[in-house]
């Protein structure tokens, strides 16, 4: 079964930087693609930056040049470093793993999610 754990969540100054972590069990942060994506109080949830199985990422409209996405292939975990951070960047915070499985001669693509960490930048 896979899990995935946020930690890091709180509340910051404007201009701030701020680093989550997501605690992986059950699949590989190497193997599959991974991200982070946020959700705002009345908005649709949003991609803001992932990182496929082969290392490149893809970056969300909005954090482009301030949020990084790393992966600790040891200790099965993916951070997400956000520098010079924006009251717009209050959100709660979503991990997400599209993990592969090979299921009777087929190839399946599912979705797991954490439960969030809520940022929260004051201005």
């Known amino acids: 079964q896979v899990q995935l754990v946020e930690s890091g969540g709180t509340l910051v100054q404007a201009g701030e930087s701020l680093r989550l972590s997501c605690a992986v069990s059950?699949?590989?942060?190497?193997?599959?693609?991974m991200g982070w994506y946020r959700q705002a109080p009345g908005k649709q949830r949003e991609l803001v930056v992932g990182?496929?199985?082969?290392?490149?990422?893809k970056y969300g409209d909005s954090v482009s040049g301030r949020f990084t996405i790393s992966r600790d292939n040891a200790k099965n975990t993916v951070a997400l470093q956000m520098n010079s951070l924006k009251p717009e960047d209050t959100a709660v915070y979503y991990c997400?793993?599209?993990?592969?499985?090979?299921?009777?001669?087929?190839?399946?693509?599912?979705?797991?999610w954490g439960e969030g960490t809520q940022v929260t930048v004051s201005s």
């Open positions: 997400n793993a599209k993990v592969i499985k090979y299921e009777n001669l087929m190839v399946y693509q599912y979705d797991y």
């Open positions: 990182i496929s199985s082969a290392g490149s990422p």
């Open positions: 059950g699949a590989s942060v190497i193997d599959n693609d």
